[in-house]
């Protein structure tokens, strides 16, 4: 009989866990940010201004690779799509703080970030390159010749351009900027060797003023994984971005779009 | 018409300066080989396509500019003039409370200001009440209205954001202003008019603030100017407005030069322009007295 009764008050215990856990799954489950967006009929997006990844047009409308990207997911859900554009070195704390659902802006993956964020697997890989200054960089062809203690080089403070000129270049002195033009502006005015960015811009510049820089070396030194930024402990969020990028990219529509931004300059038309 | 009345030293002086003026755009054009291209920037001042004119990204900046020192001046004229009047108040808690108010807020950096209020302040009050939920769920020419007086409601938050720093930050200056408007009304008066039975409020606002408002209007102008200047801090937190269009115009465009005095000349017209309506008014309130 207390056997019985031992068993009995297991039982409940254990339906109560289960139920429980249950609830909490819901709980869980209707606190996603996907329900939310779901819920309210649109989706915020943090975003910051990287040529060609995100920009404005000259009537202020948003364009770019990571837009599209942004645009196409957001139709995809069933719902409106609402950029936040913010600083750069502010994208993150403006995220934990809740001005946006996800950061579709370029982010690269790298272990720093993740101890604060959560990355879907990603949607498109970036690379390093370096443009340089015909006259102050002159002979100059590998990664080593920057790698020395005379030599000053641009990057856009707090990207993974920062972190790579770092890494690949301890020796060269760094010279940190808000916005990815006005390191150019100080390529151009000749007072840094060389410019540190993600591939496609450097290429493009160099075409551009053909007459002041140029492409040390054609490919890019680093690769790197782009993915979606979200708030952390959010898995059904995840789970749902994940797939999508998944489906997307077996498509062939995220090698369409990347195919545009950045192998064409068929949208610099846009700006003029 | 003005008559300047130049002497031979002023002569000297404008030559000096219009020397220095075309050696430095002979350094720009010669030293830092800068293409120039104008012809770009108009795009971003105005353009046309099949549906017709629209204003482009620099114009756009600018009407969000005006808006926003709009708002930003009409705060601080009401936060100013409570702390300003409570500052020349005996009980202890408007005098104590203004002056740490006037203090705290001459004392920080405008640009922490703007952190704070962007990062905790603004955020906290527009989630506690639902602004942004509420405005949704009204129809599209409420919708519109708010859009067009203020900021679209995807921007709200940092529209208000950015009127509340500024709001407080340049209240804390014309509190100065209006208690030392309010001090420089002789004693006398203000005796006087007790002698004849008035209240307090009465006293204030017939005796005291029509003499004190000749004292205060012509430096609460310059405030006014300063607060539009002062505006282009907010472009930290990417509020969409002048400063910050050109800072976009310059990543998409590269062309740092001509955003920048474009951007300069946009800002010199919004001022000076205020500052010329300013004197007229000036001149007519004073004229009263």
Known sequence: MKR??????????????????????????????????????YIKVGM???????MQDKNGNLIGFEIDVAKRLAEDMGVKVEFVPTKWSGIIPALLTGKYDVIIGGMGITPERNKKVNFTIPYDYSGMSIVAHKKKAEGFKTLQDFNKNDVIIAVRIGTTAESAAKKYLPN?????????????????????????????MPAFQAIEHSDKLFLPFKETFTKEPIAFAIRKGDIDTLNYF???????????????????????KDWEKLLK | ?????????????????????????????????????WHKVLGYLINRDETGYHFGLLTKGLFYTLKLS??????????????????????????????IYVEINRNIPPLVLVFIFYFFIADQLFVYFDIEHILRAQSQTVINIVSFTFAPINLLSSFFAGVLTLAIYESAYIAEIVKAGIESVDSGQKDAAKALGLSKLKILKYVIMPQATKVIIPPLNSQFISTIKDSSIVSVVAIPELTFQGMEMMSATYLTYETWITVTFFYFFLTFLLSMLNKKIEKKLTANF
């Open chain 1, 48 to 54: 910051s201004t990287f040529v060609p990844w995100a």
């Open chain 2, 70 to 99: 709009f708002w930003s001046i009409i705060f601080s004229m009401i936060f100013g003039l409570i702390a300003g009047v409570s500052r020349t108040l005996k009980r202890p808690f408007f005098k104590i409370g203004s002056l």
């Open chain 1, 242 to 264: 994940n797939s999508w990028i998944t489906i997307v990219e077996s498509e062939g529509w995220l090698k369409e779009r990347r195919d545009y931004w950045f192998n064409t």
């Open chain 1, 172 to 200: 060269a002195k760094l010279k940190l900027f808000d916005d990815e033009s006005q390191a150019i502006q100080e390529l151009l005015t000749g007072r840094v060797h060389a410019v540190v960015a993600s591939s496609p």
């Open chain 2, 1 to 37: 018409m003005l008559r300047f009345g130049l002497k031979r030293i002023d002569y000297v002086a404008l030559s000096i300066l219009l020397f220095l003026l075309i050696y430095l755009i002979y350094r720009v054009n010669s030293y830092v080989e800068y293409n120039w291209r």
């Open chain 1, 4 to 41: 019985f009764f031992g068993l009995i008050i297991l039982l409940f215990f254990a339906m109560f866990v289960s139920g429980n856990a249950e609830s909490v799954r819901d709980e869980l489950v209707k606190e996603s940010t996907i329900e939310k967006i779901l819920k309210r009929g």
